[in-house]
């Protein structure tokens, strides 16, 4: 059998630059980890693989969801089950690529098998957040779960309320469903790795590439999805950038305002990735430059179970 190899890191670290590189090498196929190129509103402004690039390599997983959608972890672990034994079945090598570092926790850690919460409950929730705030919505997460409201980095909406949904939802707080796991794929079967460049390589990266977006669409992008008129607590409507730009529509501020606010948004989300995959299991080996990669990549060159 061939490995799964994974490749994890920040935003604009050259992911899936890399991705393509390896699998081209090791005959492989290219898996989706990214929570938010798998929205097909989210071409440009979620950096997703050119149509071209995916045309070079076999691509899953990639803008296959409508906005509309609550995709989860535990969704995309249910997509990617059947892809990894096709892929394998077929002699192929699995590369799964994205910064989201809790789908690569699910595939190789396990995740919980937690009954779906009734909606009234998650649209109870999100009345409370939009009427009390984030603040009020992470105290009554901390109230519920305080183990898994520990694990939360920062002020982030989708898992906090996560936290509070389940408790209620179920009557067990999400840490106690998430006691007892079992990996879809056991760790000596994977490689993985996290591409950790120089902080002011990477930083300059996402400064060039939001600018790169806009020239690309990002602006018509990011108006077609407001015209939607989405709830603002859908996962799609995290991508950096999205709100930043909704400002300036609004006239509450000029476009060059908005730009340098995402710029400093995905700044400070590049750092809480780094942190999330240096302190947080699994540990993966960190590469820095293009030599390390080129270690990694002949390292997993034929290699077989």
């Not at 994974?6 to 090498?25: E, F, H, Q």
């Not at 090791?26 to 938010?36: C, H, P, R, S, T």
């Not at 997983?61 to 394998?88: C, K």
């Not at 109870?124 to 694990?151: C, F, M, N, Y």
Request: charged residues 20%; positive net charge; contains cysteine.
């Amino acid at each position: 059998m061939k490995p799964v190899i994974c490749i994890a890191g920040p935003t604009a670290s050259g992911k899936s630059a890399y991705a393509l590189r390896l699998a081209t090498a090791v005959d492989g196929e290219i898996i989706n980890a990214d929570a938010l190129q798998v929205y097909a509103d989210l071409q440009i402004l979620s950096a997703r693989p050119l149509p071209s690039e995916m045309a070079a390599i076999p691509h899953h997983l990639f803008g296959h969801i409508a906005g509309s959608v609550r995709y989860s972890t535990g969704a995309w672990l249910r997509e990617v089950e059947p892809l990894l034994l096709d892929i394998l079945a077929r002699g192929k090598t699995p590369v799964l690529v994205g910064g989201t570092g809790l789908y690569f926790r699910a595939l190789l850690q396990g995740m919980a098998d937690i009954p779906q919460v009734p909606k009234d409950v998650s649209e109870e929730t999100s009345a409370r957040l939009q009427k009390d705030g984030i603040e009020s919505l992470r105290a009554e997460a901390q109230q519920l779960d305080p183990v898994a409201t520990a694990r939360v980095l920062g002020n982030d909406p989708q898992r906090l309320q996560r936290i509070v949904d389940v408790a209620l939802g179920t009557g067990q707080a999400l840490s106690a469903w998430q006691a007892e796991t079992h990996p879809l794929v056991p760790s000596r079967f994977a490689r993985f790795c996290v591409l950790t460049p120089p902080r002011e390589t990477l930083y300059a990266r996402i400064n060039a590439r939001y600018d790169t977006m806009l020239r690309a669409g990002g602006l018509d992008e990011a108006r077609a999805i407001f015209a939607k008129g989405y709830d603002v607590s859908l996962p799609v409507m995290k991508a950096i950038g999205l709100r930043q730009l909704q400002t300036y529509f609004n006239n509450l501020g000029s476009l060059d305002e908005a730009v340098e606010d995402a710029k400093r948004e995905s700044r400070r989300f590049a750092k809480r990735q780094t942190t999330w995959f240096r302190n947080q299991r699994p540990v993966g080996v960190h590469l820095q430059t293009r030599a390390e990669q080129a270690n990694f990549l002949e390292a997993v060159k034929g290699l077989a179970f």
